[in-house]
Each structure stands twice: as C-alpha cells, then as structure tokens.
C-alpha cells in the first residue's frame, strides 16, 4: 500500500515504485476502506493508495486541475464536498452536500472543454435539494444546474440520444427515478430504478454504439444495466444495495461492473457483461469497502507524450540519432537527409533509460559523405499518446577518398562488365585486365549517373575469347586525394550455354523439378509423365543464383500417386543460344490415403448436390449437413464416378427448405487407411424467393392527396414468399431507408412524417423486399405532390385614404405552383374578409396594418402586409335621401329596421374570385305607436357603390358600422311622428 502524506509528500515514492516496473501506479477506482475509513485508491497493478481523509461517499475521480493527476470527490460527514488526488492536494469545493445514499458526478455536461463535480444539495428547508455542479477553480462558489425539481443524486454525464451533445443523467427525489437532463428538460431513462439513489454508478457507452448506459443495484440485489433505449438487463445477482462501477478491471479493453458482494463482509467483486463474476483483490487480499460509500471509477489520465533533447552527431564517421521521450514508445518515426539518407523506426533504436525520461539511441553509418539533417516527425506511447514535434538536428561525415567494390562479371559475347564505388567523384582512373586477354582502361571506359556519393561507376571490357580473367584496380584521383589500394577480382569467360544436374524428387508429397544453368534463360520445357501428365515452362519456376549459374526449382502437387518421369527437352538462354539436352530423371509420389475437394452445390430442381476426391477407393465415409435441414450421410450416399487416382465421389440430397447449408466430411476411410481431417464446404437454395406487388403511397393526414412538410405519408406493399425483410426508399420525404412492418397476410406498411421544407413536386416510394438468402424484389409506388412550399404572395405599395373612402384591396401577387391557391383572408383591422379582392371604407382616422394569409391546396400559407393611413375627411357630408311610405291599418304596428351591406363575390371555375363589391346599405328605424298606421322609412346612407351580380348577396352585421343604427332609429320616429300629426 503506497499511503499518501500531507500535501505533496508522496509523489517521490510513487515515481520511485513505478520506475522499478513493480507497480503501475493508474489509478483505476476509488473507494472507502472499510477498517480506516479513510478514502483509498486501487491502481492498475493492484496497489492501494491511502488518501488519509475519511468520507462518507466517493465520486468518480477524474483529472480536475490539468495536472495529470486524478482528483477523487468526496464528501464527509460535515457535508463538504471536497476533492484531493494522491499528491495530497485537497481542495474544498462545497458545502451542503447530501453524503448518504447519494452519488457525485464529473463530467463535462456544458461542453467548455472543463470538468465540473455535480452533486445533490443538502438543506434543512424543503424544496432545496436542488442539482448543483461546482468547478475547481471555482471551489466554493457552486451553481444551480436546476432549479425546478429537486434530486437525490447526481449519477454523471453521458451521450444518451446519439446526437452531437451529452445529457445529465440523475436520481428524482420524488420519484426516485433515473431522468436524463438535456438542459432544458428531463426525460425517464428506463423502467426499473435503483433500490436507492446512491446504489448506481456513472455512465458509460458499454458497447461501442455511442450511446452510454448506467448501472444500477435493484431492489432484488442484481446488478444491472439501464439502456437508452428505455430497457433493462440484469447482469448478475447477489449485490449490496450500494454505489457501483464500471472498470475496465481485467484489462481486456472493455469495462466491468464492480460491486459489493451479499454476504458478510461485502466484499468487493466484479462482473463481466455476461454474468461471469470474480472477487476483486488489492495488495494481495480481498477488499471491503465501508457500506454506504460502495465504489467509483477513475477515469484515465496520464502526462502527455513529450520529446526533449533531440541530437544527431558524428561517432567516428557514424551519424549517431539519439532524444528523450516522456513516455515509452511504441512507436517513432524519424527521417535523415542528405547525400545517403535513410528513414529510422522504433526497432533501429535501443531504449538505454527506464525511468524518469526515456532514451532512445540508433546508429547510422551512411556511405556518402556530406552533411546530413534529422527530423523528429512523430511518435506514439504505449498508452497511445502521440505527438508530431518535428525537431531537427544535423551533422556532417567526412571521410578521406576511398574506392571500394570492385566487382568483375561475365558478359553476353565474351565480355566482362566491372563496377566499383568511390567517395568522390573521380579525375582519373588505370584498372587493367589480365588472363586470356590483357588490356589496361580508364575513366573514359566508365560513367556513373550518380551526382553524390557513393558513386558507382559501370564499364565494359569487350572480350573475344573464353578463359580466366583478373581484373585489379591499380589507382584512382579525385579533388579529395588519392586512392593507390589494389583492389582485384577474378571472372570466367565461357562462351558455350550449359545445363546439368536435372533432378526429379518426392517434396514430402509434391513433385520436385531442378536443374542448373550457367546463364540465365528466357525459355525452357520439362516434359512430366506419370498418373497425370504436365509440361513446365520457365515462368513455372523459380531461379536463385549459384557458384556456378542458376538454379531452377520448382514443386507441384500431381494429381495422382504413382511413378513419374521427367525430361529436360529444352532452354534458351537470354542471348538467344538455344540448347535440347534431354536429361532424364523420375520420382514416385506416394502420399498416402488423403481426401479433398469436398463439393456442394444446389441443383436446378433445388437437391443438394456434393462430393469429394480422394486418393484411394473409399469403403465408407461421414458427412454431417446443417443448415436449414440437417441430415448425416454416408457412403451409402454417394456414387463412385472415377475408379482410379483420383477417384471421384458424388451423391444428390433432396431437402426442401430455403437456407444456407453447410456439409463437413468428418471421416472417410479405405479399410485399411483412414482421413480424420474435416474438410467443408457451403451452398444456398433459394427455390422459393419473394415477390413484392401493389406498392402504394397515400396521405395519412387528411387523405387530400397532397402533404405538406407537417403532414404524413402511409407506405404500403404486398410481398409473398420468402419475406425476410420489407423496406421503402422514403428519402424523397426526408425519412430516407424505412422499414415496412407485417400488418396483415401478405401486407406490409408503415407511416412515416414529412420531413421535406422547401420541396414541391410529384414523388413516389420505391419499396424493396428481401428473402433471407439475398433474393431482391422491388416495386415503385404511384406518386403523390409533395408541396412544401408556401405561395406566393405580393399585396403592393402602403395606401392613404380619408374617413368613410371606399378602398379596395387585391393582391399583386398570389400564386402557387405546385398544389394551387385555396384560400385568401383580409385582415383589414377592424374586419376581416375571405375574398381574393375586398371592398372596405374606414371610419376612423388612424394607421391600420393590412395583411393578406394566403393558402395553397396543401395547406401551406405566406402572409403579405401594407400600411393604410386613414386621415379626417374635410368635405361635406352627402345628404341621405329618404323615402316615406304609409300604409294605414287597423292595429298597431312594430317595424323593425335592419342595416346591411351587400358584398357579392364572383368565383371563377379555378378557384380564384373574379369580383367583390359592397353594396348598398339599408337602414330602417322601429317603433310602435297609438296610431293605426305603420310608416316604414328607408334611408340610403352616402356610400361608394359597385355594380354587382343581384343573385349573389350576402349579409354584413350593422356593428361594423359604429353608431348607425342610432341615427337611423332617431329619424325613423321623425318619420312615424310627422306621419301622426298629418292624421
């Protein structure tokens, strides 16, 4: 156990322990250890750590303050939250923390890029235990996450929906739910809840699906998993109702849960997904942490990768590459240019240093002089940190003149070819040839195509007769001095084309074919004859350099066992020399009793049909077919369709079933010999297939036949036969790839929303039906108007019109492509009108917005708006002209007027209004009197008149005429007075 002493005491002692290898000291959880109460951390190679606090709770440790060291939240019984990593740095960062059956969260929840510790205030008033979260560079002053509703724990933060930000897992104080917090509101994260708030652990993506999970202690005891998607899964039983977590604790890359065991004392244990669980053991025994306070995980943290010291110098005219890396490599990548350059990689250095700073040095001795630079591009840690520092060094290597590898070789017609190196190009040159012929050369009889060292330089001694030859290099200038070392090489000039040693021999099990040539060929045939007859050329075979020549080699399987005899007919050589030598030589290839080419293939009528070869005949065998049937056949099964090596056996199978099967040959033997192997092979029937017909598309909202960005689209397909799977290209909606469900019989459907703004035009759903051995029908549905886009509309320039003026009002503009215009509405202030052109005259003196709401045939609707400015009508008003009528009667009489304004429209057959007028407007006053008469009295008001269709009428409402009613009464009892008083 490594016990952490005040403040920073202990860091020595870690980097010390971990620089011998005996520990690793990342830590990978944390808990409270049940005999000191005192926070302890676990590190990846089983040690412990002492924090020397006590807490009641442990949250997930993290790294808060970007020192690389995890810092471990907690809180005590005082209800601090606090938090301190293993150099003893303990921070304060709240107070009025919950400390039992709780859990404190970190993560990044905001998006700044930085840490916060989330956690469930702890207040002596109701309706106060609100969700907080505090940083630790602002320890102390924590903030509200939210205010409206009030939580028992905070569990941690983690991507839930699958989009681009994270939500905020948390346990409800009424509820005692896990909700999901996405900022603005909170969503049940699934069906079951934890036996208490604090018996749950932080969230994690558990299954690489980018989606996290939380797990959970239930009220039965059984750790378990809270998916996404609103679902469960239990994972294992027999676990204290206390705080969990997930660990990557087997170091097999993916996490386990730990838990706290039932029994007395909990001890620690862990659970891989699939129920498997183990005991969990720290410093050499089993570990038990205080109830209560359960476990946390740690999340990894280390120091960046880092290079220093990066150095390239000259060793003794060797470039010698050498830096420093905080971490242990991986791997390294540094380049070295220059007249010889070279790429260095992790395996040409050697790791001198295994603590503190690690170095690395490679050697590498280049042939050409000149200076050279090297570049540190990049590099990776075992821990997969990695950085690109792209540091550079240089140094330079000079060497004094030197020509080295001579080397003399035979030529095509006699000739010898030579070739040497040097260090310099060269001024002069004397190299003489000696033997069969005698000649001295110089640099005129050589060329180099090199502009830096090592320069190599080519020439030809053109030769005419066959024999030994001793080439010496005598001596050689440059600018950097002179070079007198004799160099000598030795060559054998044979003019005549040669071949020897043709060999045939058993290669355990194949043919092997060689022979020896001295010049290289561009032809040759080997003519094989046995069980099976064969003819190699040239490309069969491999060539290697010999003493002598080349070699030529190459091996095959035959297809049978038996004598086999081979003839070396012809080659030729690449000058063209031919020659038939003719050499014999056999082999017996006798492998033994084998099988192979196990075969099975479907038949037109839908039988299986299989087979195999083998080297002998077969008295019995076992094959096992699984798949959509299954069946054991053996010899029985089969015929005998070649009798002599290779023998040939084949049978039909007749299943009925659609399927991928699969046939493995178990056994098979001759009486006397045996094959174990197992040899296999696959095929598919698909006799059945799918049919897809009747694909349609309808409008699920409102069955008008057009939608709309709001509305929805049912998709519907028969399909029969083998159906595996019913899907619909729905992209033309925005739903994209959209899977059809089974309703009834051969049906299949689904209903998808519009997903389309800005889109008009005629669409169609192309569904798609698949069985399950890749079978494809399709089928395109009839098409519907997609009309996403709203009309058109323009109701031109502001108006100014006085007190009681007649204005009318049109569009400039409306109109629709796609589906048409259905509808228009005037908002004209006072009233309202649903005319394509309206009539209106204003009565008060004022500013009024004017607005036009058109809707097109799918609903979609555009709004257009002008000014009117109404101003005080200085002329004087018309008189009414009014008509008396009398009529005499024997009783009293109650007449009763009635304002109205006519309006008629005029539709044409395309929907549009072709006309709108107000008419005229009638007022008739009421009263009763003691005379025997009635007297109506009609009062045509000043008002603009239009022309109208005198069958279409309809009623306006006396209240859109403020006060007309009054007047009309007052002079219709003048009337009815005057009247009287004639009598």
């Given at each position: 156990m490594l016990v952490v002493a005040p403040i920073a005491t202990s860091?020595?002692?870690?980097?010390?322990?971990?620089?011998?290898?005996?520990?690793?000291?990342?830590?990978?959880?944390?808990?409270?250890?049940?005999?000191?109460?005192?926070?302890?951390?676990?590190?990846?190679?089983?040690?412990?750590?002492?924090?020397?606090?006590?807490?009641?709770?442990?949250?997930?440790?993290?790294?808060?303050?970007?020192?690389?060291?995890?810092?471990?939240?907690?809180?005590?019984?005082?209800?601090?939250?606090?938090?301190?990593?293993?150099?003893?740095?303990?921070?304060?960062?709240?107070?009025?923390?919950?400390?039992?059956?709780?859990?404190?969260?970190?993560?990044?929840?905001?998006?700044?890029?930085?840490?916060?510790?989330?956690?469930?205030?702890?207040?002596?008033?109701?309706?106060?235990?609100?969700?907080?979260?505090?940083?630790?560079?602002?320890?102390?002053?924590?903030?509200?996450?939210?205010?409206?509703?009030?939580?028992?724990?905070?569990?941690?933060?983690?991507?839930?929906?699958?989009?681009?930000?994270?939500?905020?897992?948390?346990v409800g104080q009424a509820s005692g739910q896990v909700m999901v917090w996405d900022g603005s509101s909170s969503t049940r994260l699934s069906d079951k809840n934890p036996s208490n708030p604090g018996a749950i652990g932080a969230p994690r993506d558990f299954d690489g699906d980018g989606t996290a999970s939380v797990p959970i202690v239930d009220g039965s005891g059984n750790v378990r998993l809270l998916y996404a998607n609103g679902t469960s899964e239990s994972i294992h039983a027999g676990a204290k109702k206390d705080p969990i977590a997930a660990v990557d604790w087997a170091g097999d890359a993916t996490p386990e849960l730990l838990y706290l065991q039932s029994n007395s004392p909990a001890n620690l244990a862990y659970t891989y997904l699939n129920g498997t669980a183990d005991t969990v053991t720290l410093d050499g025994s089993e570990v038990n942490p205080a109830l209560g306070a359960g476990v946390a995980a740690a999340a990894d943290t280390d120091e960046p990768l880092e290079f220093s010291n990066f150095s390239v110098t000259n060793e003794s005219n060797s470039l010698r590459v050498s830096f420093d890396a905080t971490e242990d490599l991986q791997s390294v990548s540094v380049t070295v240019s220059g007249p010889d350059g070279t790429d260095l990689s992790l395996s040409d250095f050697d790791e001198v240093s295994l603590s503190g700073d690690y170095t690395y040095v490679?050697?590498?001795?280049?042939?050409?002089?000149?200076?050279?630079?090297?570049?540190?591009?990049?590099?990776?840690?075992?821990?997969?940190?990695?950085?690109?520092?792209?540091?550079?060094?240089?140094?330079?290597?000079?060497r004094m003149f030197d020509v080295t590898n001579l080397n003399a070789t035979a030529a095509p017609g006699q000739d010898v070819n030579v070739s040497f190196e040097a260090t310099d190009a060269l001024d002069s040159l004397t190299l003489t040839v000696d033997g069969a012929e005698n000649a001295t050369l110089d640099l005129d009889n050589f060329s180099t195509s090199d502009s830096s060292a090592p320069y190599v330089y080519n020439g030809t001694y053109d030769g005419s007769s066959d024999g030994n030859y001793t080439v010496t290099f005598d001596s050689a200038t440059s600018p950097e001095g002179t070079d007198d070392d004799d160099l000598v090489d030795e060559v054998t000039i044979d003019q005549v084309f040669r071949t020897w040693n043709f060999t045939l021999a058993n290669e355990s099990g194949k043919l092997g074919v060689s022979f020896e040539a001295d010049e290289r060929l561009s032809a040759t045939t080997v003519d094989i004859t046995g069980p099976s007859n064969r003819t190699l050329g040239v490309d069969d075979f491999s060539v290697s350099d010999t003493d002598d020549g080349y070699r030529y080699g190459t091996a095959y399987v035959p297809d049978a066992n038996g004598e086999y005899n081979g003839t070396l007919a012809s080659a030729t050589s690449l000058d063209g020399q031919e020659t038939s030598p003719g050499y014999e030589d056999n082999a017996t290839i006798d492998r033994g009793f084998t099988v192979w080419n196990l075969t099975l293939n479907t038949t037109a009528d839908g039988d299986l049909r299989f087979g195999f070869n083998s080297t002998a005949g077969v008295e019995s065998a076992s094959l096992g077919l699984s798949g959509a049937e299954n069946e054991t056949l053996d010899r029985s099964d089969l015929d005998e369709i070649s009798s002599s090596d290779p023998y040939r056996y084949e049978g039909t199978h007749a299943v009925a079933t659609d399927g991928n099967y699969t046939l493995a040959l178990d056994s098979a033997s001759t009486g006397v010999n045996t094959f174990d192997g197992t040899l296999t092979a696959n095929a598919t029937r698909n006799q059945t297939g799918v049919a897809l017909v009747n694909a349609t598309l309808r409008d699920a909202t409102n069955a008008d036949g057009i939608v709309n960005a709001s509305d929805a689209v049912t998709i519907t397909a028969n399909a029969t036969?083998?159906?595996?799977?019913?899907?619909?290209d729905a992209s033309a909606f925005g739903a994209g790839t959209v899977e059809l469900t089974h309703a009834s019989g051969d049906t299949y459907t689904a209903t998808v929303g519009v997903d389309a703004d800005d889109t008009a035009g005629n669409e169609t759903a192309t569904v798609t039906a698949r069985d399950g051995q890749g079978a494809v029908a399709t089928d395109t549905s009839g098409d519907i108007l997609l009309d996403a886009v709203a009309p058109t509309v323009a109701v031109g320039a502001n108006r100014t019109v006085d007190v009681g003026e007649s204005v009318t009002f049109a569009p400039d503009t409306a109109s629709d492509d796609a589906s048409g215009v259905a509808d228009y509405t005037w908002n004209l202030g006072p009233a309202v009108a649903d005319n394509r052109t309206t009539t209106y005259a204003y009565e008060t003196a004022g500013t009024y917005t004017v607005s036009l709401a058109v809707t097109d045939d799918a609903g979609n609707t555009e709004t257009a708006a002008l000014t009117v400015t109404v101003t005080a009508d200085t002329t004087t008003d018309t008189p009414t002209e009014t008509t008396t009528t009398e009529t005499a009667t024997d009783e009293s009489t109650t007449t009763t007027a009635t304002a109205t304004t006519t309006t008629t429209t005029v539709t044409t057959t395309d929907g549009a209004p072709a006309a709108t007028a107000d008419d005229t407007t009638t007022t008739t006053a009421a009263t009763t009197t003691a005379a025997t008469a009635t007297t109506t009295t009609t009062t045509a008001?000043?008002?603009?008149?239009?022309?109208?269709?005198?069958?279409?009428?309809?009623?306006?409402?006396?209240?859109?005429?403020?006060?007309?009613?009054?007047?009309?009464?007052?002079?219709?009892?003048?009337?009815?007075?005057?009247?009287?008083?004639?009598?």
């Open positions: 860091i020595a002692a870690q980097s010390a322990a971990a620089a011998t290898g005996d520990t690793d000291p990342v830590v990978k959880f944390a808990y409270v250890d049940s005999s000191s109460g005192n926070v302890t951390l676990a590190t990846a190679s089983g040690d412990t750590i002492d924090m020397g606090v006590s807490a009641e709770i442990v949250g997930r440790a993290a790294n808060l303050d970007d020192d690389y060291y995890v810092e471990v939240p907690y809180v005590n019984e005082n209800n601090e939250l606090r938090a301190i990593d293993r150099t003893g740095e303990d921070v304060l960062l709240a107070d009025q923390a919950k400390k039992s059956k709780t859990k404190v969260a970190v993560g990044d929840f905001d998006g700044d890029g930085t840490n916060s510790v989330y956690y469930a205030r702890e207040t002596s008033t109701s309706g106060g235990d609100f969700l907080m979260r505090v940083n630790y560079s602002s320890a102390g002053s924590p903030q509200f996450v939210t205010d409206d509703f009030e939580v028992e724990a905070a569990v941690g933060v983690g991507n839930f929906s699958a989009d681009a930000g994270d939500e905020l897992a948390l490679a050697n590498y001795t280049p042939v050409a002089d000149g200076t050279y630079e090297g570049t540190l591009e990049s590099g990776t840690a075992m821990d997969g940190d990695a950085a690109s520092p792209g540091v550079t060094d240089s140094a330079t290597i000079d036969g083998d159906v595996g799977s019913v899907t619909a008001a000043a008002t603009s008149t239009t022309d109208t269709d005198p069958n279409a009428t309809s009623t306006e409402s006396t209240a859109s005429v403020p006060g007309f009613g009054v007047v009309v009464a007052v002079l219709a009892l003048l009337g009815v007075a005057l009247l009287a008083r004639r009598d």
